[in-house]
C-alpha cells in the first residue's frame, strides 16, 4: 500500500504568502497526501485568505497565538499520515520533494530528510547547504532546515516539539531528540526548498535571542552535553577563538583607528569636566 504524507502548515498572520504554499502543497508530485493547516491565532485578513483557499485544505485547525511547536504538534496529532512534511506558510518545497524524500526515509537508519534551500530575499538569494550527519554533528548547529520530512512514529516517540520554545531553534531541539537514540539525518543534494528570509523570520528572531536559547538547550540536554564533554570543550573554547580574533580585527581596523582619534578630544573634556 502506498505510504500517506501529511503535510503541516502551521499559519501565523500570512495572509501574503500562504496562497503560493498551498498551491504548491497541492501540486506536489505524489497524490497520496493531505494538507493540514493550523491556524495559529492570525488576523482577519489571514483568516479571509484561509477561508478563499478552503478547497486546497483537507483539515483546518484553529488555535489561538500559542507558537510554531504548539501549532506543529497539534497538526500533526491528527495526522493519518506515515510521514510528516513541516512546511512554513511562507516557504515552499519543489514538486518532487516528497518522491525524493521517500526514497532516502526507506534507509531505517535515516530519521530525518532535508535538502539544499535557496534562501531569498527581495533583492538577494543565497543557496545553502546544510550537512546532516548524527547526533554529534547536531550537538552545536542545526543540521537540516526547520521544514523537514519525518516519520510519525518517530515524532511519537520523542513527544513533539517542546512547546515552550517560542523564540526559535525549536526545529533544531526536536532534531536532536531525534538523534539521540541514533539514526542519521540525511540531505539531498539538490535544492528543492525555498526559504523566505524576511525581516519578520523566525530565522532571524532566534538569532537575537542565540545566548538564551542556547542556555535552554544546553541545560534541558545536560546529560547529552556531559556525555560529548571533550567535544562540548573544544566548541566552546573555538567560538572564544573566533571572537577574540573578530575583535582584534576591529581594533587593528583603519576605521576603528580613526574613529578612536575623533572620539579622543570628546573624551578628554568630558574627563574634565567631572
Not at 198 to 209: V, Y
Request: charged share 30%; aromatic share 12%.
Amino acid at each position: 500500500m502506498k505510504e500517506k504524507i501529511s503535510i503541516i502548515i502551521p499559519c501565523y498572520n500570512d495572509s501574503r504568502f500562504l496562497p503560493e504554499a498551498l498551491e504548491r502543497a497541492t501540486n506536489q508530485n505524489y497524490d497520496h497526501k493531505e494538507i493540514i493547516v493550523v491556524d495559529d491565532g492570525s488576523n482577519a485578513a489571514t483568516k479571509k485568505v484561509i477561508a478563499e483557499n478552503r478547497d486546497k485544505i483537507d483539515v483546518l485547525l484553529t488555535q489561538e497565538n500559542l507558537g510554531v511547536s504548539a501549532a506543529r504538534n497539534n497538526g500533526i496529532r491528527k495526522a493519518s499520515g506515515d510521514y510528516i512534511l513541516t512546511w512554513d506558510s511562507d516557504d515552499y518545497f519543489e514538486k518532487d520533494f516528497i518522491k525524493k524524500a521517500l526514497d532516502f526515509i526507506k534507509d531505517p537508519e535515516t530519521v530525518l530528510v532535508s535538502s539544499y534551500s535557496r534562501w531569498f530575499e527581495t533583492n538577494s538569494e543565497r543557496i545553502f547547504k546544510p550537512r546532516g550527519g548524527k547526533l554529534k554533528d547536531a550537538l552545536f548547529q542545526n543540521v537540516a532546515m526547520g521544514s523537514a520530512f519525518f516519520r510519525k512514529s518517530d515524532w511519537e516517540t520523542v513527544q513533539g516539539y517542546d512547546e515552550k520554545m517560542l523564540k526559535g531553534y525549536e526545529d533544531w531541539e526536536f532534531y536532536l531528540r531525534l538523534l539521540q537514540n541514533g539514526g542519521e539525518v540525511k540531505i539531498i543534494p539538490e535544492v528543492l526548498f525555498h526559504y523566505r528570509n524576511t525581516p519578520g523570520s523566525r530565522n532571524k528572531k532566534a538569532n537575537l535571542n542565540r545566548f538564551e536559547i542556547l542556555e535552554y538547550i544546553y541545560l534541558k540536554h545536560a546529560n547529552l552535553y556531559k556525555n560529548n564533554f571533550d567535544h562540548f570543550v573544544k566548541h566552546i573554547l573555538n567560538e572564544q577563538k573566533i571572537a577574540t580574533v573578530y575583535k582584534r580585527k576591529i581594533i587593528h581596523s583603519k576605521d576603528y583607528k580613526v574613529g578612536k582619534s575623533i572620539l579622543k578630544p570628546f573624551r578628554l573634556l568630558r574627563f574634565f569636566k567631572k
